[in-house]
T-cell receptor, first 113, second 117 residues
């Protein structure tokens, strides 16, 4: 069965500092991988996704993530945090294009002025 | 382009009562999803429709939860009777069609926050 682990339920960074949110997955086959962001009282919004091809994926709002098969990881990064980045971030995996999406437990990001 | 609409946004009921949620997906989207998001957890898929047919309802507690998608457009999710552990945010999402190599993006509505007392 697929699963997603997000290390750290809460991460705090200073404004302008590097953002690093960790995601590890378990899957028997190379999966499809996603990062979603959820702002308070809103639904989820797709930040970026990996399907095939280049392992470094760029998304919206300056975020990017790198698929590392050997480490079964898909960590999310942003070089410089902005106050507007404060939100809940979810990593998700899909085994095949016909499978359901499995979400991780989420990481709450706080940005300190 | 209008997004996924959900109503109501908030609902408070007592246990053993019934409740229904409504979702209107993005126009033209064939696939519709209902997720349950318990506080502090990621969303969990309850049911997935392709047009008006059910694709996956393996995680839907069928003794109390039901869902339908009328004419392949709007959908309603019902809980009868509600339990305390049903307190959660119920998210609706839609996408163009499944099976597109994982490239098909799901668009989420704002959710309905249910509190069961």
């Amino acid at each position: 069965a697929q699963s997603v682990t997000q290390l750290g339920s809460h991460v705090s960074v200073s404004e302008g500092a590097l953002v690093l949110l960790r995601c590890n997955y378990s899957s028997s086959v190379p999966p499809y991988l996603f990062w979603y962001v959820q702002y308070p009282n809103q639904g989820l919004q797709l930040l970026l996704k990996y399907t095939t091809g280049a392992t470094l994926v760029k998304g919206i709002n300056g975020f990017e993530a790198e698929f590392k098969k050997s480490e079964t990881s898909f960590h999310l990064t942003k070089p410089s945090a902005h106050m507007s980045d404060a939100a809940e971030y979810f990593c998700a995996v899909m085994r095949t294009s016909y499978d359901k999406v499995i979400f991780g437990p989420g990481t709450s990001l706080s940005v300190i002025p | 382009e209008a997004g996924v609409a959900q109503s109501p946004r908030y609902k408070i009921i007592e246990k053993r009562q019934s409740v229904a949620f409504w979702c209107n997906p993005i126009s033209g989207h064939a696939t519709l999803y209902w997720y349950q998001q318990i506080l502090g957890q990621g969303p969990k898929l309850l049911i997935q429709f392709q047009n008006n047919g059910v694709v996956d309802d393996s995680q839907l507690p069928k003794d109390r939860f039901s869902a339908e998608r009328l004419k392949g457009v709007d959908s309603t999710l019902k809980i009868q009777p509600a339990k305390l552990e049903d307190s959660a945010v119920y998210l609706c999402a839609s996408s163009l069609i499944i099976g597109q190599g994982g490239t098909d993006t799901q668009y989420f509505g704002p959710g309905t926050r249910l509190t069961v007392l």
